[in-house]
């Protein structure tokens, strides 16, 4: 089914807008998410027992970080640059630093992707799409292609997605889509907190890979970002051991592997239990891998 142009929006008008933290972590609740307020900072619940800042590149002071309530074995928070000397890990995140955000144009791109840019440019729409109900029939068929393509996670059901797509996309956030003769083929969910924008959702067609169509939506992805003064890092994700050709992907795109400071504390037993299982979880973790456990 095509979708009525009102629904969505030409992708140039297209702007991110930062939440707080505590917009943040009052959205999260409502979403029955358990989050804590402990040393000036929101803790949200990722796993049982285990707590984050509310956004990963929150980027905290030493003394900020430790335990944020009594029943919790484990924690972990990027450090403020000028504490990296308290990190005893790193968290590895595809990012586009500041300087490199201001230049971000066509002419920074390398020669490849900037074809690949113009090609997706020939059949490609991106757009900033209005209301995403309108766009749920076409929104799943889209993440079915993914997940069967990538093997990453798995199908929900229709009720489900839909349910997830409306939690996704609400207050700040914005889903930018990439339209094929005006049917969505790929999209992505951006969001923004304090002066970090991220690109959280990315789910391309399989059928539409040739099209260059991710090149296209991370390019004017990152030009939302652009649009927000307030914007200083735009975060693509945890890099990735486990797909190369993704990380080579990304960093074409600009976005280099940083190994940023990071402070955390995990029980050793489950530490090397995570990296006898999931070498690659534990790297996205604590930034190391099984052959250099600390507890």
């Known amino acids: 089914m095509i ?3 009102t629904e969505y929006t030409d992708v140039l008008d297209a702007v991110v807008r930062p939440s707080s933290e505590a917009e943040l972590a009052s959205s999260a609740m409502e979403r029955g998410k358990k989050v804590i307020h402990h040393a ?4 949200i619940e990722t796993r049982p027992g285990f707590y984050e800042p509310m956004h990963w590149f929150a980027r905290l ?3 900020q970080i430790e335990r944020p309530c ?3 074995w484990g924690y972990r928070s990027t450090l403020h640059k000028d504490a990296a000397a308290h990190a005893n ?3 590895p995140l595809h990012l586009l630093g500041e300087n490199d955000l201001f230049h971000y144009d066509e002419a920074y791109l390398p020669t490849k992707r900037r074809s690949q840019l113009r090609k997706a440019r020939k059949v490609v729409q991106v757009v900033r799409v209005i209301d995403p109900t309108q766009f749920l029939e076409q929104g799943y068929d889209v993440l079915k292609s993914a997940v069967t393509r990538t093997r990453h996670g798995l199908i929900p059901t229709y009720y489900d997605y839909c349910r997830s797509m409306n939690k996704q996309v609400q207050g700040k956030s914005l889903l930018l ?3 094929v003769d005006e049917i969505m083929r790929g999209y992505f969910i951006i969001s923004a907190v304090n002066d970090v924008a991220y690109i959280d959702t990315v789910l391309l067609a399989t059928e539409f890979l ?3 169509i991710g090149t296209a939506l991370v390019f004017e992805a990152v030009q939302v970002a652009r649009r927000c003064p307030q914007i200083k890092y735009v975060v693509y994700g945890l890099h990735s051991i486990e797909d190369p050709r993704l990380g080579v992907f990304k960093e074409g795109m600009g976005f280099k ?3 940023w400071p990071l402070k955390y504390q995990i029980p050793g037993v489950v530490n090397r239990l995570i990296g006898w299982r999931s070498p690659g979880k534990l790297y996205r973790l604590t930034g190391k891998s099984n052959s250099r456990l600390s507890g």
């Not at 000036?40 to 803790?43: P, V």
């Open 3 to 5: 979708i009525s142009k």
């Open 40 to 43: 000036g900072t929101y803790w």
């Open 61 to 63: 002071r030493n003394e």
């Open 70 to 72: 009594f029943l919790c």
């Open 89 to 91: 890990g790193s968290l």
């Open 177 to 179: 889509a990439g339209l």
């Open 210 to 212: 040739s099209t260059d």
């Open 257 to 259: 592997v940083h190994l």
